[in-house]
């Protein structure tokens, strides 16, 4: 599993750490840059921020 190989979610790859390992971060930068602006949520696992929760693995509210 990219990214975080201990998240069990099902939506894991739609998560910042998962897009990122499969390169989506630079092969779609405008997407990407759209997931992570104004960012309302940080992932306690890899600290990853984004602005919806669901992009994240452990996500805390900022």
Do not use: S, T, W
Request: glycine residues 6%; charged residues 30%.
């Amino acid at each position: 599993m990219a990214g975080n190989p201990d998240c069990g979610k099902d939506n894991h790859k739609m998560h910042i750490c998962a897009l990122k390992a499969d390169g989506f971060d630079k092969q779609n930068p405008d997407e990407f840059r759209a997931l992570i602006a104004d960012p309302q949520y940080k992932c306690q696992k890899c600290g990853a921020q984004a602005k919806n929760r669901e992009n994240l693995c452990e996500p805390v509210k900022l």
